[in-house]
């Protein structure tokens, strides 16, 4: 049974940091596509960014320069390293993944999504980042 669970949300100031883990079991996460979702109060669910089974990487531009994600092979791990948080990045974070090693991102409007729906969802962790 595959599980994805989220972890390091929190509440902190505009221009500070947090990382956001993703321990995923049932699966090898280095094999699939894993993303980053988001979904801001009132707004609809976006995608942060995409990491490939090679390593190839896709963000939002709203985040680049300030997120990265990054994995952790012995840990079966996910992480996303924000910095110089705005109170813009409130929101909730999901982690997701999908069955196939190639996430198909797409740019569209500065935003980042994925061509095939993604197969599995944590339940997400909340960030607050106040001004």
């Known amino acids: 049974q595959v599980q994805l669970v989220e972890s390091g949300g929190g509440s902190v100031q505009s221009g500070g940091s947090l990382r956001l883990s993703c321990a995923a079991s049932g699966f090898t996460a280095s094999s699939n596509c894993m993303a980053w979702f988001r979904q801001a109060p009132g707004k609809e669910r976006e995608g942060v960014v995409g990491?490939?089974?090679?390593?190839?990487?896709s963000y939002a531009d709203s985040v680049k320069g300030r997120f990265t994600i990054s994995q952790d092979n012995t840990k079966n791990t996910l992480y996303l390293q924000m910095n110089s948080l705005e109170p813009e990045d409130t929101a909730m974070y999901y982690c997701a993944a999908a069955a196939r090693p190639v996430c198909e991102a797409y740019y569209e409007d500065g935003g980042v999504d994925f061509f095939d729906d993604m197969d599995y969802w944590g339940k997400g962790t909340l960030v607050t980042i106040s001004s």
């Open positions: 990491i490939d089974s090679d390593g190839s990487t």
